[in-house]
């Protein structure tokens, strides 16, 4: 019946607008009543974000299943992952909600209170493991930021596209991305094909600080010009 009552929804919505809909409309296309409906949904608006409930449930499950010892923003990380995994089991239905969306003020505001609520989780999240630092809260709340939006940025990216681009790569490069920036332990592959170089200086014992610096600085402008 739940299903029943999005997909009665969406066609009244693609075929008349979303505020010319009533919820009358839906319930009489889906063959139900007025309680049926509130017994899933409470209010139009729900019916177009129905699965997002069980996303975050899931988000708080996998989240909360840490060992302790990994890398917490990796872990947020894919606890985003979890997101747009949801979008992409509906392909078609994902791009006509987000079609929609662009289209009526209202949806796009409870858009960003579902947002809100899922880089509320993660942040809560990290600031469980950045507890013991001074700055823990701070980090936390502008990580799970940066998650959210370069999830989004994946997200946006795919649904442009129709559906139709590797929604896989794009979240992989999204997440990559922060990890990079924020993660505790370098990305994969990071400094790959750079190796340390040693610099030896041969100077007099007798030889002024600033003149030895400048050998130093002279070498290393040297060797990066190589």
């Known amino acids: 019946m ?3 009552l999005v997909a009665a929804a969406f066609e009244l919505f693609l075929e008349r607008g979303f505020e010319q809909t009533t919820i009358d409309d839906i319930v009489a296309l889906a063959g139900v009543g007025r309680r049926s409906f509130f017994r899933y ?4 608006e729900d019916v177009v974000f129905p699965d997002h409930e069980r996303s975050l449930a899931e988000m708080t ?3 909360e299943s840490g060992a302790g010892d990994e ?7 894919d606890a985003a992952r979890l997101v747009l995994r949801m979008y992409a089991e509906q392909p078609s239905f994902s791009v006509q909600r987000y079609r929609l969306t662009r289209k009526v003020p209202g949806l796009r505001a409870y858009e960003l209170s579902v947002v809100w609520r899922y880089e509320h989780t993660l942040a809560h999240y990290l600031r469980g493991r950045f507890a013991d630092r001074p700055d823990g809260a701070l980090r936390a709340d502008v990580i799970a930021a940066a998650v959210v939006a370069a999830h989004n940025h994946a997200l946006r990216t795919w649904l442009r596209s129709g559906g139709e681009s590797d929604w896989v790569a794009e979240v992989d490069s999204a997440m990559a991305f922060v990890v990079g920036t924020w993660g505790d332990r370098p990305a994969e592959g990071a400094g790959e094909g750079e190796s340390d170089e040693v610099v030896v200086l041969v100077a007099s014992r007798r030889a002024p600080l600033w003149r030895m610096v400048q050998g130093i600085e002279s070498a290393l402008g040297e060797s990066r010009q190589a």
């Open 71 to 77: 890398d917490p923003v990796k872990h947020a990380c």
């Open 61 to 63: 499950e996998f989240l």
């Open 41 to 44: 949904f409470p209010a139009k």
């Open 2 to 4: 739940r299903e029943a």
